[in-house]
């Protein structure tokens, strides 16, 4: 028996070569691999302790009770868990984010990575870093790649045995400056989006045929130390994945006017030879990837250009971690 409590702590990751897409909704088994980022900035902490007294789970999400879909994720994560480990108590979810929730800046990622870690925790599973990796994708599939520190490849796989993230060595001097145009919540969630681009895009099927190229191209990139190579395809990736979407039907359409300002300002800078390079995900908000030696440089520009911007300035950030009582 566990102790019946515990608390975990995650970052988030910020995608080189998209995932974007799923084959199996149930699974959570994606279309094609990705690559990430870890980030050591906007963690994510959680609290789970189980209730053997308690009807049903409850979920506070940064001091307030979760109720509806948000609710429902978590309590049916809980479920597997549970199935899992054998066990039918309910818990107390308690977690607090501190980045913006639902600004496109992967707090599922964070968030599911550590009440994997948590709930395997309180409900006493031994997990190794990899079934760790393939419970949190479970409950989104992006957190399968912030259980690890650093660059995480996430291999697509075939079922749920192999569809799993993990780490990828790098000496590059990974920086990324977040800029943050809005912290209001997007209107479509990257959930729904994502479904609506695989069933309505006629460009899917080109994104689906070119990613696995982008991540075998970004990963020999990492291997050779070229940081050059795996910017562009960075800011390609996601210029491709973006461009799925803008097929959809409706179209899926995240950025604001603010978001194609900062890519330009990036393609401007980098013309005059910062090494920085910009990715977008599902919201308006861009982070710029970047070498550590041009990071002050590259925020101190964007600091002065872009109006109204909250800067986060991180660099590689390390594994998700159980916190010791
Ligand atoms: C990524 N995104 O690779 C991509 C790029 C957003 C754009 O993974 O449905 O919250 O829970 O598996 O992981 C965001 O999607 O989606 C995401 P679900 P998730 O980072």
């Known amino acids: 028996m566990s102790a019946g409590t515990a608390t975990a702590v995650a970052h988030p990751n910020i995608a080189l070569v998209k995932y974007w897409g799923k084959r199996d909704e149930d699974l959570v088994l994606p279309v094609t691999g990705s690559l990430s980022l870890t980030l050591d900035t906007g963690a ?6 189980l209730d053997p007294a308690a009807a049903q789970d409850t979920v506070e ?4 009770t979760s109720t509806g879909v948000p609710h429902e994720r978590v309590a049916t994560f809980l ?3 549970r199935e899992r480990a054998g066990r039918t108590e309910r818990a107390r979810v308690t977690t607090v984010n501190t980045v913006p929730t639902g600004a496109g800046l992967a707090s599922s990622a964070s ?4 009440l994997a870690l948590a709930a395997a925790g309180a409900y006493g599973l ?4 990899r079934d760790l990796s393939r419970l949190a994708r479970r409950g989104s599939g992006s957190a399968s790649r912030s259980v690890f520190g650093g660059l995480a490849v996430w291999h697509a796989g075939h079922d749920d045995a192999s569809s799993f993230a993990e780490p990828v060595a790098t000496d590059l001097g990974l920086g990324m400056v977040v800029v943050v145009l809005t912290g209001e919540q997007k209107a479509v969630s990257s959930r729904v989006a994502m479904r609506r681009t695989v069933d309505t895009s006629p460009f899917y099927p080109a ?3 070119q990613n696995p190229q982008d991540l075998a191209d970004a990963l020999a990139a990492v291997r050779a130390g070229d940081l050059a190579r795996l910017g562009e395809i960075t800011e390609n990736n996601a210029l491709r994945m973006h461009a799925t979407m803008l ?7 995240y950025w604001s006017a603010g978001t194609l300002t900062v890519l330009h300002l990036v393609q401007a800078l980098r013309r005059d030879g910062l090494e920085a390079w910009a990715t977008m995900d599902a919201g308006p908000n861009v982070k710029v990837l970047c070498s550590l030696r041009h990071r002050a440089a590259l925020a101190q520009a964007l600091a002065d250009q872009v109006d109204g911007a909250r800067l986060l300035v991180a660099g590689a950030g390390p594994a998700a971690r159980l916190e010791t009582p």
């Open 126 to 129: 031994e997990l190794d870093e």
């Open 79 to 81: 479920d597997l868990v």
């Open 44 to 49: 994510t902490r959680t609290t789970v302790d």
């Open 247 to 253: 097929g959809a039907v409706p179209p899926v359409v």
């Open 61 to 64: 999400l940064d001091g307030a």
């Open 111 to 114: 968030g599911f990575a550590a």
């Open 207 to 209: 994104w689906a045929r």
